[in-house]
Nanobody, 121 residues
Framework: QVQLVESGGGLVQAGGSLRLSCAAS????????MAWYRQPPGKQREKVAT???????GYADSVKGRFTISRDNGKNTVYLQMNSLKPEDTAVYYC???????????????WGQGTQVTVSS
């Protein structure tokens, strides 16, 4: 199996910055897309940013120009640099990957446990 462990969440004032990290570990055969999702209080989970194995990135309109996703393939780690944070960025942030373990024939989705980001006004 593949495990994802996030770190870097916390409380920050509006306008501040945070950097989230997510490390994939376990019986990894191959990792394809890595991404960050978030779930604000009382709302559905939404995609924030994605990065392919080749480094192509995509962002939700609400975070374009403020958030930057990156990955270190050698460390199986994805990062989310969040700048100019707003109260509406408050959410539980989840790491996601589409990956294949050495025990399976195909790729499937894996999720981290989530990390809380709270932005105060």
């Amino acid at each position: 199996q593949v495990q994802l462990v996030e770190s870097g969440g916390g409380l920050v004032q509006a306008g501040g910055s945070l950097r989230l990290s997510c490390a994939a570990s376990g019986s990894i055969f191959s990792i394809n897309t890595m991404a960050w999702y978030r779930q604000p209080p009382g709302k559905q989970r939404e995609k924030v940013a994605t990065v392919t194995s080749g480094g192509s990135t995509g962002y939700a309109d609400s975070v374009k120009g403020r958030f930057t996703i990156s990955r270190d393939n050698g460390k199986n780690t994805v990062y989310l640099q969040m700048n100019s944070l707003k109260p509406e960025d408050t959410a539980v942030y989840y790491c996601y990957t589409h990956a294949r373990s050495i025990y399976e024939m195909g790729f499937r989705d894996y999720w981290g446990q989530g990390t809380q980001v709270t932005v105060s006004s």
